[in-house]
Antibody, heavy 127, light 111 residues
Framework: QVQLQESGPGLVKPSQSLSLTCTVS??????????WSWIRQRPGKGLEWIGY???????YYNPSLMSRLTISVDTPKNQFSLKVSSVTAADTAVYYC???????????????????WGQGTLVSVSS | QSALAQPASVSGSPGQSITISCTGT?????????VSWYQQHPDKAPRLIIF???NRPSGVSNRFSGSKSGNTASLTISGLQAEDEADYFC???????????FGGGTKLTVL
């Protein structure tokens, strides 16, 4: 059973960077096939896909956020990370890591569902 | 404003059936069979309940079903139970920008 766990600071000051890490257990990121995503949910709002990464380091970002995003992978640690720069109060949200968004098995299947999720971590942006 | 339109709320009595709609465009819902649905209980992570429009993951009750017509996807829950009270989100791949887009969510109340 694949499990994901987010970690990182719960409070970030405006204009600084938000950094989160997702640790995957029960499966290896480097075994390939799956993309690994970040998704956020602002308070009382819906879900917003942020971006995803493949074990090779290939990334794809939501165009609405991409100028401030960096997603990276550390295969030896079986982790992937998110960095959002120049944060504002609008970045206050519960951040989830999840498996999915795309899947490659020879050909790549964009639109693969998010089948495993972390429990989520609340990040507040405030001075 | 979310990319996919869902009703803010629906309600039903135990044992009844309800349907939640998810309306997009020909660039997302209407153009691809990559619609998924997620159930989210308060303060919990979302849970995948339908993928590829109408497929259920292992372990998901067959009371949950999905369908699509044109640019609108639908989630139907039959035989409503108290435990079904939750928020439901649809999600679709969009070819116009190669991203995944979600609906705004629908709160289901079991009366």
């Amino acid at each position: 059973q694949v499990q994901l766990q987010e970690s990182g600071p719960g409070l970030v000051k405006p204009s600084q960077s938000l950094s989160l890490t997702c640790t995957v257990s029960g499966g290896s990121i480097s075994s390939g096939g799956y993309y690994w995503s970040w998704i956020r949910q602002r308070p009382g709002k819906g879900l917003e896909w942020i971006g995803y990464i493949y074990y090779s380091g290939s990334t794809y970002y939501n165009p609405s956020l991409m100028s401030r995003l960096t997603i990276s992978v550390d295969t030896p640690k079986n982790q992937f990370s998110l960095k959002v720069s120049s944060v504002t109060a609008a970045d206050t949200a519960v951040y989830y890591c999840a498996r999915g968004g795309a899947h490659c098995d020879g050909d790549c299947y964009l639109g693969y569902p998010f089948d495993y999720w972390g429990q989520g971590t609340l990040v507040s942006v405030s001075s | 404003q979310s990319a996919l339109a869902q009703p803010a709320s629906v309600s039903g009595s135990p044992g009844q059936s309800i349907t939640i709609s998810c309306t997009g465009t020909s660039s997302d819902v209407g153009g691809y069979d990559y619609v998924s649905w997620y159930q989210q209980h308060p303060d919990k992570a979302p849970r995948l309940i339908i993928f590829d429009v109408s497929n259920r993951p292992s372990g998901v009750s067959n009371r949950f079903s999905g369908s699509k017509s044109g640019n609108t996807a639908s989630l139907t829950i039959s035989g409503l139970q108290a435990e079904d009270e939750a928020d439901y989100f649809c999600c679709s791949y969009t070819g116009s920008s190669d991203v995944m887009v979600f609906g705004g969510g629908t709160k289901l109340t079991v009366l």
